[in-house]
Structures are given as C-alpha cells and as structure tokens.
C-alpha cells in the first residue's frame, strides 16, 4: 500500500485529474518549486498533494498550514510540539527546539503545507511563512489553499504571493468532489 499523511490513506492518484498529473510529473524536469495546489472546497487538493506525498521515498513532513505557522509564531521560545513515530510506530506528541524544528523544516525532501489561509495570520505567522518560503528557497514545497495568489497577497504579503507566482500553479475547479451524505426525513 502507498503510504499516505496521517488521515489521507485513502486519497487514491486515480481521482486527480490528469491536467493536474501531468502539471505535477512536469516538476521533475522544470524544479519550479512551489507547487501551490488552489481552487474549490473540496476540488481534490489536498488528495493530489496526498498522493504526491506517498511518492518521496525519505520521510516528508505534512502539517497542516495554519497550525505550523502558529506553532513557529508561538515556538521561537518554547519550541514546538510535533507528531513523530516512537520505536513501536505509535504516533506521539514531542518538544522539539525550535532551532532544531526549523532545520527540520529547511531539510526535508518536501514539505506539504495543507490548507493555506483558513485563518487570518498574526504578523508573527506572516514571518513564519515568508521564513519558510526561503528556507525551501528552490526546494519541494507543496501548498494547498482556497486562496489565489491575489487572495494570498490580500491575506499575507505581495512578497509571499509573489514566491508562490514564480512557482507551478494548479487549478482545481469545479464543485466539490466529497460524497454527500445522505439525510433521512422521520
């Protein structure tokens, strides 16, 4: 079985379109990290980036955005809580420096940042991203987001914005893909 992040085992290649595929398989060649996965609540973002995920043979890192950008906001001096694999495979939550935690971030074969903009950054988020937009300076950085560009320039910075421009850009249009639950009338 492929491996998946935490929550997204059953995200399946087969249901991202092939535009997107194609998009994807091209950064082989062309580097144009980051890849920002944008579009529809539930167009299949977060199953690309999923899929992506379980192709990098060394442990990527997956967080969910806003989540990181606090925790390195609120972590500078306290350090950060993260989710690692004890020697029985059993999901834990650690301390980790914040030092330690960054250098992490800058080394990873990919960081999946998912859900990008759900909340409104405090300053000291906005530097958490622009910071780790340059420790992956030309490294495998994939993002997923409502958000497009100009929503990320209104909701961060033109300088965030403009990191992500200079990337590969995904579309996802559409309505949302999520089977809908059934409700009964008593």
């Given amino acids: ?16 379109p092939e535009a997107a595929l194609k998009a994807i398989r091209g950064l082989k060649e062309s580097r144009r990290w980051p890849l920002l996965l944008t ?3 539930g167009a ?8 992506l995920y379980g192709a990098y043979s060394r442990m990527p890192m997956w967080h969910r955005a806003d ?37 992490r971030v ?6 999946f940042l998912d859900d990008l903009g759900t909340r409104r950054p405090t300053e000291s988020m906005l530097q958490a991203m622009f910071d780790i937009m340059e420790y992956r300076k030309g490294k495998a950085l994939v993002v ?17 914005a403009d990191r992500f421009a200079c990337g590969t850009i995904i579309k996802f249009e559409g309505d949302s893909r ?4 059934q409700v009964v009338r008593v």
């Fill in 1 to 16: 079985m492929t491996r998946r992040p935490p929550g997204y085992e059953s995200a399946l290649i087969s249901k991202i």
């Fill in 39 to 41: 579009g529809n609540v």
């Fill in 44 to 51: 299949g973002k977060t199953c690309a980036a999923a899929c």
């Fill in 67 to 103: 989540d990181l950008l606090l925790g390195m906001a609120t972590g500078r001096t306290d350090g950060i809580f993260v989710d690692v694999k004890n020697e029985l495979n059993e999901v834990e939550r650690r301390k980790l420096a914040f030092n330690t935690f960054v250098s």
């Fill in 106 to 111: 800058g080394s990873t074969t990919c960081l």
């Fill in 144 to 160: 997923t987001t409502n958000l497009s560009v100009q929503g990320i320039a209104e909701l961060f910075d033109d300088r965030i």
């Fill in 178 to 181: 999520r089977e809908r639950t």
